[in-house]
């Protein structure tokens, strides 16, 4: 059974940072697509970044391009994202997600939250200024 655990979100004031970790068990850590999405209350869920973990350059949104970093420990299962001077528009409930590749995808797939099968249960990041 697929399982993706987050870790790592809490509160900071603008400028600071966090790290936050997806622990993934229950499938080989390669040939999966990988994101971290984040949802606003009231908002829908949008992409910040993702990878395939089989290689490949990482994309990110542009809202948080040059702050945030994606990073991945095959050894440990887990996808990391690190997240830099961080802004109050930064503030929401993080995900992390997960799908097999059965097939190459155009850029904008990675972003799409419904091509994604496996989801964690979201850790909060909440930034104040």
């Known amino acids: 059974q697929v399982q993706l655990v987050e870790s790592g979100g809490g509160s900071v004031q603008a400028g600071g940072s966090l790290r936050l970790s997806c622990v993934a068990s229950?499938?080989?850590?390669?040939?999966?697509?990988m994101g971290w999405f984040r949802q606003a209350p009231g908002k829908g869920r949008e992409g910040v970044a993702a990878i395939y973990t089989g290689g490949g350059s990482a994309l990110y949104a542009d809202s948080v391009k040059g702050r945030f970093t994606i990073a991945q420990d095959n050894a440990k299962n887990t996808l990391y994202l690190q997240m830099n001077s961080l802004k109050p528009e930064d503030t929401g409930m993080y995900y992390c997600?997960?799908?097999?590749?059965?097939?190459?995808?155009?850029?904008?797939?990675?972003?799409?939250?419904?091509?994604?099968?496996?989801w964690g249960q979201g850790t909060q990041v909440t930034v104040s200024s």
């Open positions: 997600a997960s799908t097999i590749r059965r097939a190459a995808w155009l850029s904008t797939a990675y972003f799409r939250p419904e091509r994604y099968n496996n």
């Open positions: 229950g499938y080989s850590f390669s040939n999966y697509y």
